[in-house]
């Protein structure tokens, strides 16, 4: 039995949580310690929401380099400042094309995996975590740190569930720094 592509997608929608995905960036210019702030914002969140997956995937190879990724939450109202949401992963160098660094879920000191193998992620969904404040307004970002990434290019993607009436999240066009 086949069901339309709506019904499908709602599905996606209700298991798995809302899914936002960023433009695809240039490695070199946002997971580059070296030559750049080093924190960069990927999505904007309103209000307070649940976050169930968050990951980046490299759409080419990452070229050589040591740069490590952690994810975090920044907040302008209420001011809240960066804070890891996971520690740093292992060096994304030679980062191969759909390799991914996933954000753990759980213990906030658990560090960002970088899978294993291209185009598999070999996690159960996670334990989520609450972000954002009510009426509230933060992003999503990346904190990246150690060394430079001589080229590649990636996309990050998010699912999320809203906790609170009017909460929702967009992508930036390109990572901001904050």
Not at 10 to 27: I, K, N, Q, S
Not at 46 to 68: D, K, P, Q, S
Request: proline share 6%; aromatic share 8%; with cysteine.
């Amino acid at each position: 039995m086949g069901y339309s592509p709506s019904t499908r997608e709602r599905v996606a929608d209700l298991v798995a949580g809302l899914r936002v995905e960023t433009p695809v960036f240039t490695a070199t210019t946002y997971i580059n310690h070296v030559t750049s702030t080093g924190q960069f914002e990927l999505f904007n969140v309103y209000g307070r929401i649940l976050l169930m997956h968050l990951y980046i995937e490299a759409i080419t190879v990452f070229g050589a380099g040591a740069a490590v990724v952690a994810f975090t939450y920044t907040s302008t109202s209420p001011v809240i400042a960066v804070a890891e949401i996971c520690d740093a992963s292992a060096s994304v160098a030679a980062l191969a094309q759909g390799k991914r660094i996933v954000w753990p879920g759980g213990v906030v000191a658990t560090l960002a995996t970088i899978t294993p193998s291209a185009g598999i992620s070999d996690y159960t969904p996670p334990n989520p975590h609450y972000i954002g404040t009510q009426g509230g307004t933060g992003s999503i970002g990346m904190l990246t740190a150690t060394a430079t990434v001589a080229s590649g290019t990636a996309q990050a993607f998010m699912n999320y569930i809203p906790l609170e009436k009017g909460a929702y999240v967009t992508a930036n066009a390109l990572p901001t720094a904050p």
